[in-house]
T-cell receptor
Framework: AQKITQTQPGMFVQEKEAVTLDCTYDTSDQSYGLFWYKQPSSGEMIFLIYQGSYDEQNATEGRYSLNFQKARKSANLVISASQLGDSAMYFC????????????FGAGTILRVKS | DTGVSQDPRHKITKRGQNVTFRCDPI?????LYWYRQTLGQGPEFLTYFQNEAQLEKSRLLSDRFSAERPKGSFSTLEIQRTEQGDSAMYLCASSPGVGQFNEKLFFGSGTQLSVL
């Protein structure tokens, strides 16, 4: 079974508008962490935001926020006030369990910001 | 912090040849990871090191693949008898290795391998 599912292969958003990128995950562990990374065309993976399974507040980092719904096992990324430079591939990832040492990534969503 | 560096950035080889990639992690990072990424997909875990010890290997890592991290510093990934299916981006990442859930991975720019 897929651990991380990103159902949107591609998304378009108008500059200055907000966009939500979906991520659902599958784990039986109570302790886990969820990450979002951005990969521009240059190829380097850039960390954006983290949410822990026990965090009561949704994580926020500048224009990025994470809509964490634990019961639904979803961790959607919200980008506010989109900029042209936000055009990139976005990956959701999970580290699970007390012995989880690696990140497992989803297939990604490509975001295009239109001017 | 100088970031994770990988060398070479691009490698073109003929099927059947051996190739070796190098990764220099952020200094003082204890953990080093190798991932493989094919076009339009997310990175797939290959293996990781805690200092010089290779602690986990994916089933994706066939016996043609070998990774080392002598002295717990830089790492090399070697692919023997390359096949066209090995064509991919090979990403290296490092992390402090303190075992926290929120420990993020710092990635290099990757080595793009093309097997002809």
């Amino acid at each position: 079974a897929q651990k991380i599912t990103q159902t949107q292969p591609g998304m378009f958003v108008q500059e200055k508008e907000a966009v939500t990128l979906d991520c659902t995950y599958d784990t039986s562990d109570q302790s886990y962490g969820l990450f979002w990374y951005k990969q521009p065309s240059s190829g380097e993976m850039i960390f954006l935001i983290y949410q822990g399974s026990y965090d009561e507040q949704n994580a926020t980092e500048g224009r990025y926020s994470l809509n964490f719904q634990k019961a639904r096992k979803s961790a959607n990324l919200v980008i506010s006030a989109s900029q042209l430079g936000d055009s990139a591939m976005y990956f959701c990832a999970m580290r699970e369990g007390l012995s989880g040492n690696k990140l497992v990534f989803g297939a990604g969503t490509i975001l295009r910001v239109k001017s | 912090d100088t970031g994770v560096s990988q060398d070479p950035r691009h490698k073109i080889t003929k099927r059947g040849q051996n190739v070796t990639f190098r990764c220099d992690p952020i200094s003082e990072h204890n953990r080093l990871y190798w991932y493989r990424q094919t076009l339009g997909q997310g990175p797939e875990f290959l293996t990781y090191f805690q200092n010089e010890a290779q602690l986990e290997k994916s089933r994706l890592l066939s016996d043609r693949f070998s990774a080392e991290r002598p002295k717990g510093s830089f790492s090399t990934l070697e692919i023997q008898r390359t096949e066209q299916g090995d064509s991919a981006m090979y990403l290296c990442a490092s992390s402090p290795g303190v075992g926290q859930f929120n420990e993020k991975l710092f990635f290099g720019s990757g080595t793009q391998l093309s097997v002809l």
